[in-house]
């Protein structure tokens, strides 16, 4: 009785597990299904041609979707320009310097920076961010690829400092004391010793940032303008991949070339975030090796 | 708590905690099953209108979203036993809505497309139009902005991205800063038809709502949008920080200002368009009252008290011919 209660609670959670790879297969199948009738519409040199995406023009509709991921890319590294020193600088604080006592109040605040609802944070970018961006670098207008870096390099935030901190108190103990035993400071330690040690973790921390700053939607969609012109600099309005998605998914009509180039969309968003979450795994698996 | 810490203690721990994990799964797993799950909450309205209770879902323009706000309260406030739920998400948004049968009463600032109306049918939903208001759409610059006029061409050019600096229209030597709304939007349907008769160009910033609009342009001396007119007063004054310009149907005409109801009621502000609302085949029951309340007298003070215009007679006779 006892060993059929252990199996059922072993295989019941392994199926739990399953669950997980078999949503993420279905999420994967579901988007290339939908995308292909707008594969055979389209065609897919057509979604990579030059020009701008527009499917419900006053002409002839425009499927290209070159400008969206140039602007995917410029608000994700955008924001890690922003959140990686920041992130890996209060990481080190904590993990090397903060007492315990400091530690316990400031990780749940770090935390609770990633409970802020999306909407509140684009609000806070539209309103309050957009105008200081306009009046610091002498613009007509805040709402850019800047704004959206920055906001959502908050929202990277504590992904980037959870993860950072983590890889940061791996780095085992000898390493500090040898260092410090050789007569060097503790700054020297943690600049010399310490971060180097810890490096793979901080990259694949900052890529997992940059996965949640890809996707991020809302605040994006609210703070950046959503110009569909090819962005030359920060200081362009640009519109991403999940933007251009939340804002027209609403009224398409269920069935039409438009619909299906939206789900097409999302699947090269979902490779995106894949490649970038992929490629942080392996560089962490990499860094758990070495330590 | 901790009296049972035992193999068996743990057992009866287990146990709880697996309902809590099945529950959370199954939670999580029936809204995803049945994605029109929504659509009850709108058939249940139709089946209670013999009874005083009745809930009317309504959805669509964000032009709208504030005047039939308010005409819902009042409505609500006669008539106890009705709930009224008013959102916005644009025009496209609320028709897709009643396509997909999850809405009453679709709010649109735009008329639906022949597809559109095909579409609803294939569902068994027959799209019936109603115009209960009038709206000027408005063309607003920053308030610094020297520029007081411009025609009807020379906004569509400015749209299109063929005019790009305020020195070419009477301003001064300054990039346009043009705001526009997004493709689900009537009044971005209605704006590129009838005023563009082209494509926007892409530099245009797409903002989410009228009040982003405004907010924008508010910010921006250098800017220049379109919102509906309820969005440009507030309390029969306009907004500070915005400015509507005076709009001529062709260059070197007279031109005039959409904030005063006797332009709208002549035709003489070039850039009108009357709000729609479409329901799902001849109202019944409380649909229908509150259609009655928008029309009545009451209703249209309310929709000038919101800065919008009252329906003409035309209007009035295209009611008519739809609602008989």
Known sequence: MHNFKENAIKYFFMANGMLSIIILLGIFYLLLSRSLPALQNVGLTNFFAPGYWNPTAYTTPQYSILNLIKGTFMVGAGSLIFAVPLGVACATYLAEVAGAREREVLKPIIEILAGIPSVVLGFFGLVVVAPVIAELFGLNSGINALNGSILVGIMALPTIVSLAEDAISAVPQSYRHASLALGATKWQTILRITLPAALSGIIAASMLGMGRAVGETMTVLMATGNALAKPSSFFDSVRTLSANIAIEMGEVPVGSVHYHSLFFVGFVLFMITFIINLLADVIFQRYREEI | ?324
């Not at chain 2, 721990?13 to 995803?32: D, E, K, N």
């Not at chain 2, 139009?129 to 408005?138: C, E, L, N, Q, Y």
């Not at chain 2, 991205?161 to 800063?177: A, C, F, L, Q």
């Not at chain 2, 800017?223 to 969005?231: L, S």
Request: net charge negative; glycine share 12%.
């Open chain 2, 1 to 324: 708590m901790y009296s049972g810490r035992g193999n068996t203690g743990r057992g009866k721990f287990f146990l709880p905690f697996l309902f809590v994990v099945v529950a959370l799964l199954l939670a999580v797993s029936v809204p995803v099953g049945c994605g029109q799950g929504t659509g009850t909450s709108a058939d249940a309205a139709k089946q209670g209108k013999s009874t005083a209770a009745a809930t009317i879902q309504i959805r669509g323009s964000d032009s709208e979203v504030n005047l039939v706000q308010r005409l819902a309260e009042l409505f609500m406030e006669d008539h106890p036993g009705v709930q009224i739920a008013v959102t916005g998400g644009g025009s496209g948004t609320g028709i897709a809505a009643l396509i997909d049968g999850t809405i009453d009463i679709a709010n649109s600032s735009r008329p639906m497309k022949e597809e559109e109306i095909n579409q609803a049918r294939r569902n068994g939903i027959e799209p019936v139009p109603v115009r209960f208001a009038v709206d000027g759409v408005a063309v607003i610059v920053n308030e610094s902005n020297p520029v007081e006029t411009l025609s009807v061409a020379e906004i569509g050019a400015i749209f299109r991205g063929d005019i790009t600096n305020w020195r070419e229209v009477g301003g001064e030597d300054s990039p346009i800063g043009i705001y526009g709304r997004q493709s689900n939007s009537g009044t971005y349907v209605f704006f590129m038809e009838t005023v563009l008769q082209g494509d926007y160009t892409p530099q245009m910033r797409n903002m989410g709502g009228n009040a982003d609009i405004v907010e924008a342009v508010t910010t921006d001396k250098t800017g220049i949008g379109y919102v509906a007119i309820g969005y440009v007063t507030d309390g029969g004054s306009v907004r500070p920080g915005i400015k509507p310009v005076k709009v001529s149907r062709n260059p070197g005409e007279t031109s005039y200002t959409p904030i005063e109801l006797e332009n709208i009621t002549s035709g003489k502000y070039p850039i009108t368009r009357p709000l729609y609302q479409f329901l799902n085949g001849r109202p019944e029951g409380a649909v229908k009252d509150f259609i009655m309340f928008e029309l009545s007298d009451r209703g249209q003070k309310i929709v000038l008290e919101q800065g919008f215009y009252p329906i003409t007679d035309e209007d009035r006779k295209f009611n008519e011919n739809s609602l008989k």
